[in-house]
């Protein structure tokens, strides 16, 4: 039997492992994870019946691998899709909450009217945004960040109002420092191809309109989906098909290599030999254990930026709301210099995150890597910002009827410039280390499909590599 050890029990180490229990013939494998339970990043939790979603409360179905493998190990049934008949992004602006306009894709443009329409965007800026029509195309092939590609093609006021608020809500990042190959190439293609977003986001309307994501079984998905029971049923289905050794609660302290095997030490498992180990680790808990025998690896690893952020999630009963909630909430863009930098109704945007009709459950964000700082400071601190901009932004003054704070310190990975060339570069130096591969969101992707992907890629790795059949 050739022995495995993946540390790291996040969903990343997970689907390498549930790769392994498929596939791996004549393979032991081994996880270990330092946190009590598995999930890493995913955590869902349940409070006075509201389900609270620490992490990720949703995955892009347009990637396939989540819905794939829910299927597999049996939750096809408890896949969920979002209500979109409250659909739409709205975005806070000078004192009110806009609708983003019909027909914008990502942050472009594809219908006219009701974009000339939207209060949002100033006359000039429109005027400036509809000069990515005749704007002439990037002649190198150089990498540039998120901001500067947004200023050069759409302008100034569609990075503050759209692109800033709607991309740094989804990477937690900061368009500054961005780098767009690693992030967006879709954009870098658009342009390369077609010369203009808009030209090409209404071809791409043109090829296929309208279209419905595919959910489970061929039936139609929406763009955002979960999980009944929340991200968490994920990754507690997946514990439970897993027939290897998995050891929770303890810490990898070392990880060193004799001949050609890997040695894992830690608290309170004493020594575990492996012929081939995949560290599901973010980039700084890898190079702190690859560092012993591989500086250079763990100087590149180590040059990840990693922000902060918080999630604060509270709940209502309904006739504390000044309002009715009926969107699945909104965007706060960074120029508008408030502490959160959105709000999402998670009662409204999804079934089966209450316990009564009557009340309303709410998830804020705060921090982020334009302001990394607030998430470190203190919950009750953190609390009393959700509760100023709430009162500010939606009237509300009653306290909660309960509340949570999660906080991920350096914990959110940033693919800023140069991120390709480090992974390069990393990628490279492990080739000379046989049977040692590193997966995780910190490399090839940060949503939750792409972790899959790359948890059950290292472990295709690791069985070519077992079985010599590795190119
Ligand atoms: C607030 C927030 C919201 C997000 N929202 C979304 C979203 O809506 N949709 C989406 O697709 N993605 C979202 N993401 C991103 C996504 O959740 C993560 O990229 C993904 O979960 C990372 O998985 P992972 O397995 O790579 O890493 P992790 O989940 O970080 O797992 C790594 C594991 O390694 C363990 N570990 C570390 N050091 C050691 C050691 N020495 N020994 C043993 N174990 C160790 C850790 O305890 C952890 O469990 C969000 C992330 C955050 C923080």
Redesign the pocket.
Same mark, same amino acid.
């Given at each position: 039997m050739k022995k495995v050890a993946i540390?790291? *029990?996040?969903? !990343? &180490?997970?689907a390498a492992a549930y790769a392994l229990e498929e596939k791996g013939e004549n393979i032991e494998y081994t996880l270990?994870?330092? @946190?009590a339970r598995? &999930?890493?990043?995913?955590l869902t939790e349940t409070h006075d019946g509201f389900l609270v979603? &620490?992490?990720? @409360?949703? =995955?892009?179905s347009e990637k396939p691998s989540v819905i794939k493998l829910a299927e597999k190990i049996g939750l096809a049934d408890s896949l969920i899709g979002t209500n979109d008949e409250f659909k739409g992004t709205y975005v806070y602006s000078g004192g009110r909450v806009h609708a983003l306009p019909e027909g914008l894709m990502l942050m472009v443009p594809t219908k006219i009217v009701p974009f000339a329409l939207s209060p949002l965007i100033s006359w000039p800026g429109k005027m400036r945004m509809a000069l990515d029509f005749v704007l002439p195309r990037k002649k190198d092939d150089d990498d540039e960040t998120l901001h500067n590609f947004v200023v050069r093609r759409l302008g100034r006021e569609a990075l503050d109002k759209i692109a800033e608020p709607l991309i740094g809500g989804?990477h #937690?990042g900061n368009p500054e420092t961005m780098s767009l190959k690693a992030s967006f190439p879709r954009f870098l293609d658009m342009e390369r191809n077609y010369g203009s977003l808009i030209r090409a986001m209404l071809a791409a309307r043109r090829r296929s309109p309208a279209k419905r994501p595919e959910g489970s079984g061929g039936k139609p998905g929406t763009y =955002?989906m979960s999980f009944k029971n929340g991200?968490g049923e994920l990754t507690d289905a997946l514990e439970k098909k897993l027939g290897g050794r998995i050891l929770k609660g303890?810490? +990898? +302290?070392k990880v060193g290599r004799s001949g050609t095997h890997y040695q894992i030490l830690?608290d309170g498992f004493g020594e575990i030999t492996a012929d081939a180990v995949i560290f !599901?680790?973010?980039a700084p808990?890898a190079a702190?254990?690859i560092r012993g025998w591989d500086a250079a690896s763990a100087d590149i690893l180590e040059e990840t930026p990693m922000a902060s952020?918080?999630?604060v999630s509270l709940a209502f009963r309904r006739e504390q709301l000044p309002f009715s909630p009926a969107s699945f909430g909104f965007l706060i863009p960074h120029v508008e210099q408030r502490k959160i930098n959105a709000v999402t109704f998670s009662s409204i945007k999804w079934n089966y995150r209450m316990p009564d009709e009557d009340s309303v459950l709410l998830r804020t =964000?705060v921090g982020g890597a334009k302001n990394s700082h607030l998430a470190c400071a203190g919950e009750e601190e953190i609390l009393h910002w959700v509760k100023q901009d709430l009162k500010s932004i939606l009237g509300i003054s009653s306290n909660p009827v309960m509340s949570r704070i999660?906080r991920?310190i350096h !914990?959110?990975?940033q693919y800023t410039m140069g991120h390709l060339e480090r992974l390069h570069r990393v990628e490279q130096r492990l080739k000379s280390l046989p049977g040692f591969y590193l997966? #995780? *969101?910190?490399y090839r992707g940060? #949503? +939750?499909? @792409?972790?899959i992907n @790359? #948890?059950m890629n290292a472990a295709e790795n690791v069985m070519r590599f077992l079985h010599g059949t590795r190119e």
């Open positions: 540390i790291g *029990g996040g969903i !990343a &180490g997970l270990i994870e330092k @946190d598995l &999930g890493g990043k995913i979603e &620490g992490g990720p @409360d949703c =995955f892009l989804i #937690g =955002f991200m303890k810490e +990898v +302290v830690g !599901a680790l973010p808990e702190a254990l952020s918080a999630t =964000f999660h991920w !914990a959110r990975p997966a #995780g *969101g910190c940060i #949503g +939750v499909p @792409d972790c @790359d #948890g």
